[in-house]
């Protein structure tokens, strides 16, 4: 009797060691095969990235800001932005023209011009607009946070805060989310 329900075992366990081998190969071609084919779409060479804080009750300012990047090479990028700033006295729009070459997969040094032009609000007799070449270098430290240190040079004579300063040099950081 002891002999008859060992065979039984054995032959179960036989019957299901095959139904799970076969379970698996069936279960793993369904996996396979039932997945969506990915279809490769051409990425642009134009790039568009945007950013907007909005006014809120408690204050007037609001700031917003965009880049068109352009891939001119795998390594070199035109670049157009714009900065628009709201405040309370004045609204400020800056718009630098930068050509940005990478020369590692993350390094990469920028050249270009900026024009700032601002709109009075309170009749302060802002100064004309500010002309500034720029310059620097950049650091990708991930795909969401990049570092850059610029020089901006002024050409103007005024003596308003930062509008009074031939020379500028800046160290920022842009972390996306």
């Known amino acids: 009797m002891n002999s008859i329900k060992k065979n039984n075992c054995i032959k179960l366990i036989g019957v299901l060691k095959t139904f799970l081998v076969k379970a698996v190969i069936f ?13 490769l ?24 800001n965009f880049i068109f990047s352009y891939e001119m ?13 709201s405040f ?6 800056k718009m630098p023209i930068t050509s940005k070459l990478y020369i590692s997969d993350k390094f990469y040094f920028f050249s270009g011009v900026e ?13 004309p607009p ?7 270098f950049g650091y ?4 969401n946070f990049m570092l850059q240190f610029e020089h901006d040079l ?8 930062a509008y009074g300063t031939p020379s500028l040099f800046s160290l920022s950081g842009k972390y996306k989310f």
């Open 27 to 39: 279960l793993s071609g369904i996996v396979m095969y039932g997945q969506e084919i990915d279809i």
């Open 73 to 85: 090479s795998s390594s070199f990028f035109l670049e157009l932005q714009g900065f628009y700033d």
């Open 140 to 143: 990708d430290v991930q795909r």
């Open 88 to 93: 309370l006295l004045a609204d400020v729009f």
């Open 115 to 127: 024009i700032e032009l601002e709109r009075d609000k309170m009749q302060l007799n802002l100064p």
């Open 154 to 161: 002024h050409f103007n004579k005024s003596i308003i805060g």
């Open 41 to 64: 779409t051409p990425t642009s060479k134009l790039t568009i990235d945007d950013f907007a804080v909005p006014k809120v009750w408690w204050s007037s300012e609001q700031h917003a």
């Open 130 to 136: 500010q002309l500034k070449f720029k310059n620097g």
